[in-house]
């Protein structure tokens, strides 16, 4: 219940797109967009995270990956990697 | 002097008497040698001694080898004295014979070139001249092979029987051979012991070859493949998920983040590249083009518009470049009173233009009246609607001549004519309508003189309509109606069905294109005549005189009372569906709007009344009208119940001195509204009612017509009645126009503009002489800068 409150806050801010969580394996726990999308998404941006995540720790040890976004010419994909689980949002932007 | 062998001598005359030389005697310059004994000389040298002429050579003399010495008298003083000795034999011999082979050679010489002018020499052949050694001989010995030793010669020979013989081995006992074996020992034979000490070798270098080979495995590509899938959960792993604590922990902590990255990003763009940006500006600002508005074309037609002013322009909202005029007659003030004396003696017609035509129109609405102003409707742009001069609305269908229209640029010469649309079937089906189809579809159009013409097909009633010109004709999006508690109701999205219409006469009316077909009874009953389509609800109503010269043009005019009002699509309440006879019903529904009452003439709006629908609140029913006398009325359409108050909502301001020309909304701003009449113009605003928020001061002619530029918000267009056309800029100046150019002699009737393609931007503009001007607006003019 909580947790769908959250979801549905973050998912009616102004130009949010699509919102979704994934696990810690990479599959898909909610979201929403359609299946076929959900899926490249997260398997793109699953290794993405754990890459940029590893990337961090190597530089030092101490530190993690807080907040990772990724700003294209149309959206903007933000990132917040967790222990267990990822949640990713899509915005757009219009020019 | 060249000659050693050559002495000098001066012989006296005593010596030449001596001698036997005496000169020109003995010895002529011919004959001047002459051999002296050297005995002679020896003794004159004796007996005379010192004088003797021979003295200073007299060691030459005992010195010469010869008996008889050489004495040539030198007639010429050749060696400096007349006499002189030869000391030499060769030479004497030289001076003796020489001289007369060279004589001889001479006079040779002499008659041969007496006879031939050129002296040939005879051919000499290159004589071989002995080979002269300078050393090469030697090296060349040096390096050839020589035997040093002669070969030694070998003849060995033996007796022919013996070769061949067979052989015969016998055998020998090896112990009768002392130390019981016999050998062959080998000793150094000293014939081969000759050591070479010296050796002329002749060597090469080459670089060092060395051969190898491999053998390589040759592996051949194949293609695999794999198919594979992503995981996912089933839905029931998934509500585990959800449901699971840890994930509510994570995403409690997490979304705070998340809503201050998107806070973010609302905040601030992003994607927004400044440096762009500040090009645009810049681009902008500088550089003036000198003409504002190109002539692009102009339009005129001596048969149907002759005499004739321009009302009303209108571009085809779909088809590029197909423009449509109306026309009607150019009255004088007093005789546009009295219109409904006034007989037409010309047919008066609204006419299509093509771009791609100039000199024929495309196609020709028959109107029964002149038109005073006309509208595509939004939905269909095959459905025309015009106001006439004597208050009637008529209804045309061009879909016949829709393709013709489209086809206009790419055939001009065939004309198809297609067969009714059944999607307006049903429309027409109600009205009574007679289509007087132009030429055959055979019939060329360019052979034909006339364009094609298409009757009206709806004129509503004369008892029912404006008792004066229509001045403004709009169509409203078909989804609000007003009920008869003239409240507004949200109703069917359908297409624009429905009109407004206003006359100085102080009436609004509401006009209704039914889709479906109408009951018979109410049909009927309402067909007068031929043929009412539009039942227009007609109420009385005392609103504000509205006066809709044209469609409503933003002016800038700063004159208060508009003529037009113009409706933003949201605002106006629509006619009602239903056909509904007016009936009192109205007459009470409307007496909530009523507004003062002005003398001068002006256009109403009437309320229908309308079946019980929802009632909508939220649309505002707000709505500006201009005056003939150049007021602005603001009002309100909804109804109170209790109409106590009168207009409560109503304002009413006079700025303009004369008729209000132009009312209209600005395109890009709902509530921003321009107003033209008379001298001046004015920008309002809805909602502030103490007056406009813009004022014009008077100008130096009489405004006619306006518009506000579709592409840039702060630009409108000003037409004038010398035939000017101002343009101003807001954002520029505000006190004048920013440019100003002229169109045409006569005034200008009115404006249209029109955004063909993102590139050309239009501007129609008609004067009073009937002629069409169709200019291109330039870029300043039609693109916006960054933030406008």
Redesign the interface.
């Known amino acids: 219940a909580?947790?769908e409150e959250?979801?549905k806050?973050?998912q009616a801010?102004?130009?949010?797109i699509a919102t979704m969580?994934i696990?810690a394996?990479?599959?898909?726990?909610?979201t929403t967009l359609d299946n076929s999308t959900t899926?490249q998404y997260?398997?793109l941006l699953h290794q993405l995270t754990m890459k940029a995540r590893s990337t961090v720790r190597d530089i030092d040890p101490q530190n993690d990956l807080?907040?990772l976004?990724i700003?294209s010419?149309k959206h903007?994909i933000?990132i917040?990697p967790?222990?267990?689980?990822i949640?990713i949002?899509i915005?757009l932007?219009v020019? | 002097i060249g000659h050693p062998e050559i002495f000098p001598l001066v012989f006296t005359t005593k010596t030449q008497e001596i001698f036997n030389c005496r000169v020109d005697e003995d010895v002529t310059e011919e004959n001047c040698f002459k051999l002296f004994k050297k005995e002679d000389i020896i003794q004159d040298l004796k007996t005379r001694a010192a004088i003797s002429d021979f003295h200073p050579i007299k060691n030459v003399v005992l010195e010469y080898p010869g008996e008889e010495l050489l004495v040539v008298f030198d007639a010429k003083f050749q060696y400096g004295q007349n006499f002189y000795l030869v000391a030499s034999e060769e030479a004497k011999e030289n001076l003796l014979k020489p001289p007369e082979t060279t004589e001889e050679k001479e006079e040779e010489k002499e008659e041969e070139s007496r006879e031939e002018t050129l002296e040939v020499h005879p051919y000499k052949h290159p004589v071989h001249k002995p080979w002269v050694s300078l050393g090469s001989e030697k090296e060349v010995e040096e390096e050839s092979v020589k035997d040093t030793v002669t070969k030694i010669k070998y003849m060995i020979s033996r007796v022919r029987r013996k070769f061949g013989a067979p052989i015969t081995f016998t055998d020998k006992n090896a112990s009768h051979v002392k130390d019981s074996y016999v050998e062959c020992t080998s000793y150094q034979d000293k014939t081969f012991s000759i050591k070479m000490l010296e050796k002329d070798v002749g060597l090469q270098m080459i670089p060092k070859v060395r051969e190898a080979s491999t053998q390589t495995k040759w592996t051949y590509p194949k293609n695999a493949a794999t198919q594979y899938f992503?995981?996912?959960?089933s839905n029931e792993e998934?509500e585990e998920?959800?449901?699971s604590e840890?994930?509510?922990e994570?995403?409690?902590?997490?979304?705070l983040?998340?809503?201050i990255?998107?806070q973010q990003?609302?905040i601030m763009?992003?994607?927004?590249?400044d440096w762009k940006a500040l090009a645009e500006d810049e681009s902008s600002s500088g550089g003036k083009p000198d003409v504002y508005l190109k002539a692009y074309q102009s339009f005129t037609d001596l048969r149907y518009l002759k005499d004739r002013t321009i009302s009303c322009i209108c571009w085809h909202p779909t088809i590029y470049g197909i423009i449509a005029v109306s026309a009607r007659e150019r009255l004088s003030y007093e005789e546009q009173v009295n219109l409904s004396d006034k007989s037409l003696l010309q047919q008066s017609v609204i006419l299509f233009w093509s771009f791609f035509d100039p000199i024929h129109p495309q196609l020709m609405l028959e109107c029964p009246e002149d038109i005073y102003c006309f509208q595509f409707s939004p939905s269909d742009p095959n459905i025309i609607v015009g106001g006439c001069i004597n208050g009637q609305v008529v209804l045309w269908d061009i879909s016949q001549h829709e393709e013709k229209l489209q086809n206009a640029k790419t055939a001009a010469d065939e004309i198809k004519m297609t067969a009714v649309n059944t999607v307006n079937a049903s429309v027409l089906n109600i009205l009574q309508y007679i289509y007087m189809s132009g030429p055959s579809p055979t019939q060329v159009q360019q052979s034909s003189t006339e364009p094609p013409s298409a009757r009206y097909c709806a004129v509503s009633s004369i008892h029912y309509s404006h008792k004066k010109p229509v001045t403004d004709i709009h169509w409203l999006p078909g989804y609000s109606e007003e009920n008869q508690m003239a409240a507004t109701f949200g109703n069917r999205a359908e297409g624009c069905l429905q009109l407004v219409t206003c006359s100085p006469d102080c009436s609004i009316l509401f006009w209704d294109i039914p889709v479906t077909k109408l009951p018979e009874q109410p049909s009927s009953e309402k067909l007068k005549e031929e043929e009412i389509f539009n039942m227009p609800l007609d109420v009385p109503d005392t609103l504000r005189h509205l006066e809709l010269c044209w469609k409503p043009l933003l002016k800038i005019n700063l004159c208060e009372s508009d003529t037009n009002t113009e409706y933003s699509p949201v605002r106006i309440s629509l006619r009602e569906l239903h056909y509904h006879y007016k009936t009192s019903e109205k007459v009470q529904s409307l007496n909530t709007l009523e507004v003062p009452a002005k003398d001068g003439p002006y256009r109403e709006m009437s309320i229908p009344s309308s079946k019980n629908l929802k009632a909508l609140e939220s649309i505002s029913t707000g709505f500006f009208a201009g005056t003939e006398d150049g007021e602005i009325v603001y009002s309100d359409w909804k109804m109170e119940i209790d109409s106590d108050s009168a207009k409560p909502h109503t304002q009413k301001y006079t700025l303009h001195t004369e008729t209000i020309t132009t009312l209209q909304r600005s395109p890009f701003f709902k509530d921003i509204i321009l107003s033209i009449g008379g001298w001046n113009f004015a920008i309002w605003k809805e909602g502030v009612t103490n007056g406009p928020i813009l004022q014009s001061s008077c100008s130096a002619g009489r405004y006619t017509a306006g518009q506000w530029s579709l592409t840039r918000p702060g630009v409108f267009f000003i037409g004038r009645d010398d035939g000017n056309i101002d343009i101003w800029d807001l954002l520029k100046k505000t006190h004048e126009p920013s440019h100003f150019q002229n169109v045409s002699e006569s005034m200008i009737t009115f404006i249209s503009p029109c955004s063909a393609s993102p590139k050309q931007h239009f501007l129609a503009v008609s004067d009073d002489l009937g002629i069409l001007h169709v200019l291109e607006i330039c870029q300043t003019l039609s693109h916006t800068s960054g933030n406008e």
């Not at chain 1, 801010?13 to 949010?16: D, M, P, Q, S």
């Not at chain 1, 394996?25 to 909610?30: F, H, K, N, Q, T």
């Not at chain 2, 992503?230 to 959960?233: G, L, V």
């Open positions: 909580e947790v959250i979801l806050r973050i801010h102004r130009g949010v969580v696990n394996e990479g599959i898909p726990v909610r899926v997260t398997g807080t907040f976004r700003r010419k903007e933000m917040i967790g222990n267990t689980s949640k949002t915005e932007y020019l | 992503p995981r996912q959960f998934k998920c959800l449901s840890k994930l509510k994570f995403l409690t902590s997490v979304h983040r998340m809503e990255a998107l990003n609302e763009n992003a994607f927004y590249d």
